[in-house]
């Protein structure tokens, strides 16, 4: 069955410090991955998606990420995190023969000075 | 950037009784909207896909009964949670796409609506 983890349910990082975020997913084609950012009272918010091409996606708020096919893994990066970083972000595939999103559980960011 | 709203923003009713949701696309037409459920530090859960002008395909275990997607305009989808009891509290996000292309626009999102059935 097709599934996105998130291992980490929360991660705390000191502010100027790097971060990654990992996801994994199983699902037999070629992905299409996403990261959203949800803030408290906000829409999810999309930072970057990979459809196909360059493996290393550039994002939006300083973000990227790296789609590694040989370990289903498309893990989130920013090499200077900010207090205004704090939120939960979740990684998700598009699963094309149901015609859906599917959500990770989502990783917890919080921000420390 | 394209903008959805979603009104209430918090509801509570009392069990047994019905509760109307409403997302709108503010500055786009929308011909798919997707409504979701998220647990308390849970994933969202897709409940049903919403397409202007027809019936709303609902995921597997959603009651389309209890849970009546309108979807009459290009603006504006809702969500009636009929006869809520205390086990349909949740916190119900919609988003909206653009162009159709399920796979690979990105989803706008509401900030959400949380239901409490008391």
């Known amino acids: 069955a097709q599934s996105v983890t998130q291992p980490d349910i929360h991660i705390t990082v000191s502010e100027g410090a790097s971060l990654e975020l990992r996801c994994n997913y199983s699902?037999?084609?070629?992905?299409?991955l996403f990261w959203y950012v949800q803030s408290p009272g906000q829409g999810l918010q999309l930072l970057l998606k990979?459809?196909?091409?360059?493996?290393l996606v550039q994002g939006i708020k300083g973000f990227e990420a790296e789609f590694k096919r040989s370990q289903s893994s498309f893990n989130l990066r920013k090499p200077s995190v900010h207090w205004s970083d704090a939120a939960e972000y979740f990684c998700?595939?598009?699963?094309?023969?149901?015609?859906?999103?599917?959500f990770g559980q989502g990783t917890e960011l919080s921000v420390k000075p | 950037g394209a903008v959805v709203s979603q009104h209430p923003s918090r509801v509570i009713c009392k069990s047994g009784t019905s509760v109307k949701i409403e997302c709108r696309s503010l500055?786009?037409?929308?011909?798919?909207m997707f409504w979701y459920r998220q647990f308390p530090k849970k994933s969202l859960m897709l409940m049903a896909t919403?397409?202007?002008?027809?019936?709303?395909?609902?995921e597997q275990g959603v009651e389309k009964d209890k849970f009546l997607i309108n979807h009459a305009s290009l603006t504006l989808s809702t969500l009636t949670v009929t006869s809520a009891h205390p086990e349909d509290s949740s916190f119900y996000i919609c988003s909206a796409i653009l162009n159709g292309l399920v796979s690979t626009d990105t989803q706008y999102f509401g900030p959400g609506t949380r239901l409490t059935v008391l």
């Open positions: 699902y037999g084609a070629t992905p299409y």
């Open positions: 998700a595939v598009f699963y094309n023969q149901g015609g859906k999103l599917i």
């Open positions: 919403s397409n202007e002008g027809s019936k709303a395909t609902y």
């Open positions: 990979y459809f196909s091409g360059d493996t």
């Open positions: 500055d786009f037409q929308a011909t798919t």
